[in-house]
Each structure stands twice: as structure tokens, then as C-alpha cells.
């Protein structure tokens, strides 16, 4: 269970449900941000190399110096603040769910503060995205299984992170581990992933794969 007081409460809101359940990532799944990110930080005077899998490294002053772990870390809160002026959907999602949501519940779960809660959610709210939304500040894996709630139905998620795909893993074992990411260069640096997570290649595969887990 999630050991997040406010994580729980989210999703001790959103209605029972025994459907199949799909539990989606939020950044480089359903939204674009390493793009809508990277214009951002060059209209603050910063710029960004992608070397590594990270972003930490990767992030450049004006005088051409990485930026501290400190300052990439409140660059990235502060691009929060101002989401809805940079945020887009990711290719391909606005059609991958049509045949999802009549036959499963799909819940959006994303790893940011819970103060942003209401600006992402009237972000999403604005792209026609009309799914329940929870924040964690938490490993995901306890949340995906408190959203399952032991239901006899199977779950998917899709996450562009392996790290958060075997968090699922661990807390819920019988769960389809899908891993799609918007942004391809950054994806072209990632680690190999284990053999437990299906990589999709676009919002078609993704969708395609979620079917195929959840029977639908």
C-alpha cells in the first residue's frame, strides 16, 4: 500500500471500479516534456545536451557550465509552475485510447509534488484529457496496487522509466510493464531494459500492447 497520505487520499476518491485497469505515466507518456523543457530552459538562458540518460549533466548555462544538481532541481520545479504554457500532448495519444476507455479504467499517475496537483490537472483538463489524476512523491509501485485494489482483472503500465516500471513489479507481480517515451534522442541513450518490460515505440504500439494485457 501507498505509504503516502495524500497519494491515498487521490486515489481513495476516484471511484470503484472493476474493469481492467491501464495506469499511465504523465511526462513522456501522455504529455511531451523534454521538448516543451528544453525550449523552456533556453528562453531562461540554459541549454540542453542530451549525453546521458539523465538530466542531471545534461544542462548548460549561458557560460557553457553544467548546472548543479540544486539548480537542475529547481529549474525543474519552476517549469512545473508554468506547465500549461509549454506542455503538449505526446504524439499519437489523443487517438491510442479510444477503444481503451469504454473497457477499462485508465488512471494517470505522476511522480511530482503534490502542489502542482491542481495546475497539471487543469492542464490536462484543457487537452481534452479526461482521465483521474493522482501525484506521488512515492515509488509508484505501491500506488498502482492501491488503484488495483486487488481486483479480479489485470492492470497495465505504461511509464517512460524502468525504474518506476519495476516498482509496479514489485508491488503488484501480475501487472503488464510498458515502457514508451515521447522523446526519441533521450530514448536512444537508455540503459537496455529488463526482458519483464514490453518498449513500445510509439502511442499505436503502446496501446496496441495495453489491449493485448487487458484483454480488450
Known amino acids: 500500500m501507498s505509504d503516502d497520505p495524500h497519494t491515498r487520499r487521490q486515489i481513495e476518491s476516484i471511484a470503484e471500479d ?31 545536451r542530451a549525453q546521458s540518460f539523465a538530466l542531471n549533466g ?5 557560460e ?12 525543474i520545479t519552476r517549469f512545473f509552475e508554468v506547465q500549461h504554457e509549454w506542455q503538449i500532448l505526446a504524439p499519437g495519444f489523443s487517438n491510442a485510447l479510444d477503444s481503451l476507455s469504454q473497457k477499462a479504467q485508465i488512471v494517470l499517475l ?7 496537483f491542481a495546475a497539471r490537472e487543469a492542464l490536462l483538463t484543457s487537452l481534452s484529457v479526461p482521465y483521474p489524476l493522482v ?33 509496479v513489479a514489485k ?6 510493464l510498458i515502457h514508451l517515451m515521447a522523446h526519441r534522442p533521450m530514448r536512444d541513450l537508455m540503459p537496455p531494459l529488463p526482458d519483464s518490460i514490453i518498449a513500445a515505440e510509439d502511442w499505436p504500439m503502446a496501446a496496441r500492447k495495453a489491449r493485448e494485457a487487458l484483454g480488450i
Open 171 to 176: 508491488a503488484l507481480p501480475s501487472a503488464t
Open 110 to 116: 505522476t511522480a511530482m509534488p503534490h502542489r502542482h
Open 64 to 75: 557553457g557550465s553544467a548546472a548543479a544538481k540544486e539548480t537542475v532541481e529547481s529549474l
Open 58 to 62: 545534461n544542462i548548460f548555462d549561458s
Open 18 to 48: 472493476n474493469r481492467p485497469l491501464l495506469v499511465l505515466d504523465v511526462d513522456e507518456v501522455v504529455l511531451e516534456f523534454l521538448g516543451p523543457f528544453m525550449r523552456w530552459l533556453e528562453s531562461e538562458g540554459f541549454s540542453f
Open 135 to 167: 501525484t506521488t512523491e512515492k515509488a509508484k509501485g505501491p500506488a498502482v496496487s492501491l488503484l488495483h485494489g486487488g481486483r479480479d482483472a489485470p492492470v497495465a503500465f505504461i511509464d517512460d522509466m524502468a525504474y518506476n516500471l519495476l516498482s
